[in-house]
């Protein structure tokens, strides 16, 4: 009896020990394809690939307030969250406000997404100058650079910077780049 009992404890162990280097591998390997591709090649890495002012919301003597979509890029084999994002927003080289995008947004494995925001730019009470950046709309070469927050399944938190340039400054005046 003690003879068996004993039997079914080293089973127990050896299930209990191969579960735990199972695990473990699988740990490591993801930490190993996520890292690998983020030092190697961005192509590999979750991303902002994309960055479009779309439009116009609203237009007053304060300011106009530009609809900004940003499009993520997940080619890795795990789901990730978005958390947030803060940046900050240029317009032909010069400073134009502060934003942040707020709202989590969940990235399948090997898909995209887009997620927009509304951008207040101040006009300082001048509405012929809020009238001029709708004029130049097409004409403007954006820049947004700023951080995102990610949660990678088994990694936890990781924070990237980006750095998009999208309008006349590109090549056709629509493409977009950006860099993580």
């Given at each position: 009896?003690a003879?068996?009992?004993?039997?079914?404890?080293r089973?127990?162990?050896?299930?209990?020990?191969?579960?735990?280097?199972?695990?473990?591998?699988?740990?490591?390997?993801?930490?190993t394809?996520?890292?690998?591709s983020?030092?190697?090649?961005?192509?590999?890495?979750?991303?902002?690939?994309?960055?479009?002012?779309?439009g116009i919301?609203?237009i007053n003597?304060?300011?106009?307030?530009?609809?900004?979509?940003?499009?993520?890029?997940?080619?890795?084999?795990?789901?990730?969250?978005l958390?947030?994002?803060?940046?900050?927003?240029?317009?032909?080289?010069?400073?134009?406000?502060?934003?942040?995008?707020?709202?989590?947004?969940?990235?399948?494995?090997?898909?995209?997404?887009?997620?927009?925001?509304?951008?207040?730019?101040?006009t300082?009470?001048?509405?012929?100058?809020?009238?001029?950046?709708?004029?130049?709309?097409?004409n403007?070469?954006?820049?947004?650079?700023?951080?995102?927050?990610?949660?990678?399944?088994?990694?936890?938190?990781?924070?990237?910077q980006?750095?998009c340039?999208?309008?006349?400054?590109s090549?056709?005046?629509?493409?977009?780049?950006?860099?993580?």
């Amino acid at each position: 009896m003690a003879s068996s009992s004993s039997s079914r404890e080293r089973k127990g162990w050896a299930i209990f020990l191969f579960l735990t280097i199972v695990i473990l591998s699988y740990v490591v390997w993801v930490h190993t394809v996520v890292s690998a591709s983020s030092e190697v090649s961005n192509e590999n890495a979750v991303s902002i690939s994309g960055l479009h002012v779309s439009g116009i919301r609203a237009i007053n003597e304060s300011g106009v307030i530009f609809y900004i979509q940003f499009q993520v890029n997940n080619p890795t084999p795990l789901s990730v969250k978005l958390v947030n994002a803060s940046y900050y927003l240029y317009g032909n080289g010069i400073f134009l406000g502060k934003g942040e995008i707020g709202q989590a947004i969940d990235i399948p494995a090997g898909s995209k997404a887009v997620v927009g925001t509304n951008q207040m730019v101040s006009t300082g009470g001048s509405l012929r100058l809020g009238l001029s950046y709708v004029a130049q709309l097409g004409n403007i070469a954006w820049r947004v650079k700023g951080n995102a927050t990610l949660n990678v399944p088994f990694l936890g938190i990781t924070i990237a910077q980006f750095n998009c340039v999208s309008g006349s400054s590109s090549s056709n005046g629509d493409s977009t780049s950006c860099v993580l």
